[in-house]
């Protein structure tokens, strides 16, 4: 059954010491409560709020942890400028009904001497990794890192970065990990527009453009579906979006919806991924097919 937020809304606690995070977990383990996790690197938007939203409908409690985590970033990617606002945040997910943020440090999570790396295949292979090499395994350490801290019974991640949400439920499954991950669908502007805190960044008309990804997007679905040549459309695709002001467009690509491997006989349904620069943006969008 559904749990309600509370009526009161108060500014959930923040913790940046593991120890007060491990108290605080053992306490509601005690009292038999079920712990929803959702992890961000801030910056929150209605998007984020509906992932802590859905993880306390199957929850008792909430926690939420901001962390921009350089592992991620490679050094020309935007690390230093990537928004950081604790208040605004915080008072946000006191509204979505969060009841703790965990903030831990950088030297928290890599402290001198760390050396452990996750190594990845599957669905961690091509897509992002052709032009992120170092994101997953970021993404897994810090993961893998938060899992362990706050020892969830399931984590709820957004299907807009949809390679990010099949990699973690795959190595969470290898690993035996005791949790569910969840994926929850895209949170949308109306005119389509994937909600993604890098969207800040985009100028005023390159915000009337960025809708265009995902109208393409739609427009390569429906020749899938009708069984034309998904390749051609494609490219198509790739020529408008160039026309209107997209460039480079790292790639549009069809894939196996479990898997992310190219299509196959056995693909049981299809996912339609896309990444693509627009001015200084880079944006990432995918539907499925």
Same mark, same amino acid.
């Given at each position: 059954?559904?749990?309600?937020?509370?009526?009161?809304?108060?500014?959930?606690?923040?913790?940046?010491?593991?120890?007060?995070?491990?108290?605080?977990?053992?306490?509601?383990?005690?009292?038999?409560?079920?712990?929803?996790?959702?992890?961000?690197?801030?910056?929150?938007?209605?998007?984020?709020?509906?992932?802590?939203?859905?993880?306390?409908?199957?929850?008792?409690?909430?926690?939420?942890?901001?962390?921009?985590?350089?592992?991620?970033?490679?050094?020309?990617?935007?690390?230093?400028?990537?928004?950081?606002?604790?208040?605004?945040?915080?008072?946000?997910?006191?509204?979505?009904?969060?009841?703790?943020?965990?903030?831990?440090?950088?030297?928290?999570?890599?402290?001198?001497?760390?050396?452990?790396?996750?190594?990845?295949?599957?669905?961690?292979?091509?897509?992002?990794?052709?032009?992120?090499?170092?994101?997953?395994?970021?993404?897994?350490?810090?993961?893998?890192?938060?899992?362990?801290?706050?020892?969830?019974?399931?984590?709820?991640?957004?299907?807009?970065?949809?390679?990010?949400?099949?990699?973690?439920?795959?190595?969470?499954?290898?690993?035996?990990?005791?949790?569910?991950?969840?994926?929850?669908?895209?949170?949308?502007?109306? /005119?389509?527009?994937? =909600?993604?805190?890098?969207? #800040?960044?985009?100028? +005023?008309?390159?915000?009337?453009? %960025? @809708?265009? &990804?995902?109208?393409?997007?739609?427009?390569?679905?429906?020749?899938?579906?009708?069984?034309?040549?998904?390749?051609?459309?494609?490219?198509?695709?790739?020529?408008?979006?160039?026309?209107?002001?997209?460039?480079?467009?790292?790639?549009?690509?069809?894939? /196996?919806?479990?898997? =992310?491997?190219?299509?196959? #006989?056995?693909?049981? +349904?299809?996912?339609?991924?896309? %990444? @693509?620069? &627009?001015?200084?943006?880079?944006?990432?969008?995918?539907?499925?097919?």
């Amino acid at each position: 059954m559904l749990k309600p937020v509370p009526s009161s809304v108060t500014t959930p606690d923040r913790l940046r010491e593991l120890a007060a995070l491990r108290q605080r977990i053992t306490l509601w383990r005690s009292e038999g409560q079920r712990i929803g996790f959702v992890p961000t690197m801030g910056a929150l938007h209605a998007g984020h709020l509906a992932l802590v939203k859905h993880a306390r409908s199957l929850s008792d409690k909430v926690v939420v942890s901001i962390f921009v985590n350089p592992l991620q970033f490679a050094p020309h990617e935007d690390f230093d400028r990537y928004p950081r606002r604790e208040d605004a945040d915080s008072a946000l997910l006191a509204e979505a009904g969060a009841d703790l943020v965990w903030l831990p440090t950088s030297e928290l999570m890599y402290p001198k001497g760390f050396a452990t790396k996750i190594e990845l295949t599957g669905p961690a292979e091509g897509l992002e990794t052709d032009f992120r090499p170092q994101f997953f395994g970021g993404v897994a350490t810090v993961v893998t890192k938060l899992f362990n801290q706050v020892t969830p019974d399931i984590a709820v991640f957004g299907e807009k970065d949809y390679q990010q949400l099949k990699v973690v439920q795959t190595f969470t499954r290898d690993l035996d990990m005791p949790l569910e991950v969840i994926g929850l669908p895209t949170i949308r502007e109306s /005119d389509g527009l994937a =909600l993604s805190s890098r969207n #800040a960044y985009l100028s +005023a008309e390159e915000r009337d453009t %960025a @809708a265009k &990804l995902h109208a393409e997007l739609h427009a390569i679905a429906e020749t899938v579906q009708a069984g034309g040549d998904a390749d051609a459309s494609i490219e198509r695709a790739k020529i408008r979006l160039e026309a209107a002001g997209f460039g480079p467009i790292d790639y549009i690509a069809l894939r /196996d919806a479990d898997s =992310l491997a190219p299509p196959s #006989a056995d693909s049981r +349904a299809l996912r339609l991924l896309a %990444a @693509a620069w &627009l001015g200084k943006t880079r944006l990432i969008d995918n539907i499925a097919v």
